[in-house]
Structures are given as structure tokens and as C-alpha cells.
């Protein structure tokens, strides 16, 4: 998933801080943020309500101006920019909402027309360029319909074409897929993704939902009470959470497994491996061993498996061994943890 | 006295109807058109100076905000009165239909201003911060997103408005000014000829009613939400 990420930097965010004076006194929403995004990889921001990620990704492109600290984009610094010179870095930052945020008096058409309209391009080729953007997100045949016509993945999808109109080099996702059934998920996680790879977009995505960040990013920031607690590569976090917050959010329902006895446990994740293979029946056949399944939590994505297992190692480590031949021959992730207490 | 005898629907009445209906909507269109041109810029600055608004500005808000509270909470009626050196430095007179525009200009662009003010506060915040979120100056906001996004309901208001401003006009009576409403005025409260009232009223009632649906069916016709 990473080959389309380069080393180069292209978002860097250096002791970000952001406080409101509000009625209640100071609220620190973000304390001592620094983040460095490479050229096209999907970065991942999650954490949950309230804990400051949507203040963060408002940062980037200076919708919220950050109280201490800078965000450098492309070797700009945000924050030495001309009132005029910011409004045409913006041009340059994509960014999607979770409610879309269309303006409901126009059609897709006019809709993805507006970027280009206020930034003086011609209406002819800017009704050119849109039609291609529509083409490109799946809906040219309702260029003419309005926003109340639309669906909710229909109107994402006008607002990422409304999004990548002035070719940008960056794409914010703010809860882009909180307000969509997973079915629409699904499909416009597919459509950033492609998008991604065709047009070498660099996305950086805020969410509350661990699948979102599983599925298509390949690096993750973990926030928490205005800091960020964890950042690393997803497999590795996923595998390895080290806080009290990324395991919450990786076991959503709180079912860290607990209290039982002896030895130690495995825990498996499938990240997208084909749900027709029947890989624990296979292995426990293949290996003959038995095995107890601890915790599971996995769903079935468009045919595939995401999720992840806990199952309890047998004593025996010749099985162990096998056990774990078998995962690495099918390339799956797991990792030996000892039992909680 | 032949006047006196005179039947809600002689000649000479129809004929006054014709005259009094002409100068109402004078005075309806062209207080109107006068109070928006006040109006909407008012209510935008009201609007965007908010401190929720685009541009937060308070002492502007605030003042702005008093003028109107003051000029709408003096009855229409005062008003007129107190405005009357103002309306003699104007028109150049004191009485007459031109010079009673001038009080109801002055009634109705307070009014305006706040009815233009919360329809923009009807547009969705999401919105206005997409448009932020894609380089938009403000002045790109108010008439790009703010004005076009509002426009169902600023027609809406547009009916209530003038309503409002016929609702004023019989007043025009007390400066020598015409008009369906004044002819109610001379004729049922002066004279009781009630029957020429009635049929004045009835005229105006029904003008109420051509001018709230028009603006109703605009509104409805304009906007692209409800489909």
C-alpha cells in the first residue's frame, strides 16, 4: 500500500498549539502537536469525540489559527503568509466534510464549478474541467442534479470532485464517512484511495473509526486529550497498540481479554486477506493443534476479512512454532502477547 | 351635498379606488426598492460583524444594531412626526404622498435590515466554511454563498416586508398623503361612510393577498432544497 508514498515531506506541523478563551475560561484543545506527513501517503488521524483531531486538521489549512507553533506546507510556513496569499494556499488544500457542506442552491455541476469560478478560471473551461472531475467520481450523468436529489455517497463524492477542482496537492477528510452506511463507506474509501494512486493526492484523514484508518491509510496519528499519544505505521499499531486509547479503539467494545490463567495468547489480524478461506479451520487442520479463541472481532468488507482474532497458545512450543509457520506463510500479521491478568 | 350621497360605487368612487390603488403601490414599490437598497447592505454587515459572523467586528455590530432597535421600537406613528423637519429638508414640504415616503422608508429599512440579517443566519455554517475551506473572499462568501444559498427565504421575507410597509400606508392620511388606505380613513372614520371603508379595505386586502402568494410562489419556485 506504501509504494506511492515518498520520503518527501509535505505537511509538517511543529508545536502546534491551539486555546480557546471561551466564557469558561482557556480550553486547551491542542497542546505541543508535531506531525510530519510524507508526499502521497494516507495519513491517518483518530481519536475520540472531543479530543481535538477536528481543531487539528483545521489547523492545516489555517481555518483555525493555531495559537503557538507553525504548519509548513510544501516549505511554507501558513503562518507567514499575506491574508491574500493564505486564501491562494487554500486553493492548493482540498478538504471534505462530514456533512458535505454543498451549497444547496447549485447542482454538482455548479457546485464543483465554484472553486474554479472564485480563483477567475474561465466558465467554459471550468465547466470542462468539472465535467471530467464528475466523470471521475462515478456521477456524470447528474451533473444537472441538486444536492437534495443526491444521496449521501453522491453528495461526498461532488464534494471530492468540488475538493480536487483546482488539482491539489493536499486532501483534508474531516469525518468524510461518519454520516455514511458502510456499504457508502466503503466505496468512497475506495474513491480517496484511487484517487491516491491516480493523482498522487496526499490525504490526511480524521476520523473516529478504526476500520477507516485499517483499510486505507498506511500511517497513524492516535490523539487524545489534545495530544497526540501514538503515531506509527497502522499494521504496527493495530498489532502493537502501546496506549490506553488506540487498544480502546482497536477493541471497540472494551473486550480486551482478561483473566486467564497460564500461558499466552496470539493475536492475529486479518487486514483484508479473502473471506472465503477458512483460515483458522485450515490451520488448527494443517497444524494439528487445538486452539481457544479468546476474542474476536471481524467483519466481511466487500469479500474480505478485516479485523482481528486473540486465540490462546497451546503449551507445547513445537505447535507454537507451526502455528506461526503457518501465519507467515500466508502472510499474516499476528503477534505473541502474554495474558493479561 | 353630492359627495355625500355619493354610493361606494358611483363613478367618481371607482374612479378614486383606481387613483388610491395607484398611489399605494407607489408607495409599497418604491419604499420597498428604497429599503432594500438600505436593507440588505445593512443586514449583511449586521450579519457578517456578528461574532459568529465572518468578520467579527463588535463596536459595529453593536451600533448598527442599536440604531435599528431604536428606529423600530418608536411607533410608526411618532415617527412620522418626529421625522417631519427631516421630511420638509428633503421633499421640500411637509405633507403630500412624497413627503410620507420618508417616514416609511425610515420605519421600513430597520425592518428590512433584520429580516435580510436572519435569513443569512439561516445559511449552514458548513457551508460558509467550505467556501473558507477553498480560498473565498469574504465579499466571494457574502455574494457567492451567503446571498444565493439565502435566497428562498429572503423572498419570503421580502412578502413579510411588504405587508408590513401596506400595513403603514392608511397612516399617510395624517401627512395629506393618498391611497386605498387613506380613502378608508377619510371616508369611514371622517364621514362614516362605512360601505366605501369596506370596499376600500376589501381592495386592500385582496392587494395583500396577490403580493404574499407571489412572493410565496417565488420563493418556493427558487428554492432547490425541497424537491
Known sequence: MSESASEKEIIRIENLSKVYHGAAGEVVALKDINLSIREGEIFGIIGLSGAGKSTLVRCVNYLERPTSGRVIIEGNDLSALSNRELLRARQKIGMIFQ????????????NVCYPMEIAGVSRADAKKRALELLNMVGLSN???????????????????????????????????????????????????????????????????????????????????????VEMGDVKEIFVHPQSTIAKQLIFPQGQVPTSIAGNSTLRIVFDGMSALEPIISKMVLECHITVNILYAHTKVVEGKTFGQMVIRLPEDQTSVARIKAYLNDRKIYYKEEPLHE | ??????????????????????????????????????????????????????????????TLGLVVNILRSIPFVILLVLVLPLTKALIGTKVGDNAFLVPLIISAAPFVARMVESSLKEVGHGVIEAAQSMGSTNWQIITKVMIPEAKPSLLVGAAISITTILGYTPLATLVGGGGLGAIAVQYGLYRFQNDIMYVSSILMVILVQIMQEVGMKLARSSDKRAR
Open chain 1, 99 to 110: 456533512e458535505f457542506n454543498l451549497l444547496s442552491q447549485r447542482n454538482a455541476m455548479g
Open chain 2, 1 to 62: 351635498m353630492n359627495e355625500y350621497l355619493s354610493s361606494a360605487f358611483s363613478t367618481a368612487m371607482l374612479g378614486e379606488y383606481g387613483n388610491g390603488l395607484l398611489v399605494t403601490l407607489y408607495f409599497v414599490i418604491l419604499c420597498t426598492l428604497v429599503s432594500y437598497l438600505i436593507g440588505i447592505p445593512a443586514g449583511v454587515i449586521l450579519c457578517v460583524s456578528d461574532k459568529d459572523g465572518i468578520h467579527p467586528n463588535a463596536p459595529l455590530n453593536k
Open chain 1, 142 to 228: 447528474r451533473a444537472k442534479a441538486y444536492p437534495s436529489q443526491m444521496s449521501g455517497g453522491q453528495k461526498q463524492r461532488v464534494a471530492i470532485a468540488r475538493a480536487l477542482a483546482m488539482n491539489p496537492k493536499v486532501l483534508l477528510c474531516d469525518e468524510a464517512t461518519s454520516a455514511l452506511d458502510p456499504t457508502t463507506t466503503q466505496s468512497i474509501l475506495e474513491l480517496l484511495q484511487d484517487i491516491n494512486h491516480r493523482l498522487g493526492v496526499t490525504i490526511l484523514i480524521v476520523t473516529h473509526e478504526m476500520r477507516v484508518i485499517e483499510q486505507i491509510c498506511q500511517r497513524v496519528a492516535v490523539i487524545d486529550q489534545s495530544h497526540i
